[in-house]
């Protein structure tokens, strides 16, 4: 079973830059889907960005956020650029065995972490 634990939220000025982790435990990671998730209190889970067969992003973070993988590390990354107060959210990481129909949705994710806490000031 893989369990998954974040790092690397903080509280950076709009404009900046944050790397978010997700290390993975077990020894099949390569074989999963990995995603990132946010949220804001009172408001849904929101799809951030995802790898499998290849990456996915949400309209709202394509060309500043990059999702990446290391499988010889279990670690995903998910680097932030050109951050803006409306990023502000706890950011999760999820994972699922293989490959899912629709990516963008978290309820296909049977694996989360505790989430980090970014925050962008204005």
């Known amino acids: 079973q893989v369990q998954l634990l974040e790092s690397g939220g903080g509280l950076v000025h709009s404009g900046g830059s944050l790397r978010l982790s997700c290390a993975a435990s077990?020894?099949?990671?390569?074989?999963?889907?990995m995603a990132w998730f946010r949220q804001v209190p009172g408001k849904e889970r929101e799809f951030v960005a995802a790898?499998?067969?290849?990456?996915y992003y949400a309209d709202s973070v394509t060309g500043r956020f990059t999702i990446s993988r290391d499988n010889a590390k279990n670690t995903m990354y998910l680097q932030m650029n050109s951050l803006k107060p409306e990023d502000t959210a706890v950011y999760y990481c999820a994972a699922v065995r293989g490959r899912v129909a629709l990516i963008y949705r978290g309820s296909e994710y049977d694996l989360w972490g505790q989430g980090t806490q970014v925050t962008v000031s204005s």
């Open positions: 790898s499998g067969d290849r990456t």
């Open positions: 077990g020894r099949t990671f390569s074989t999963y889907t």
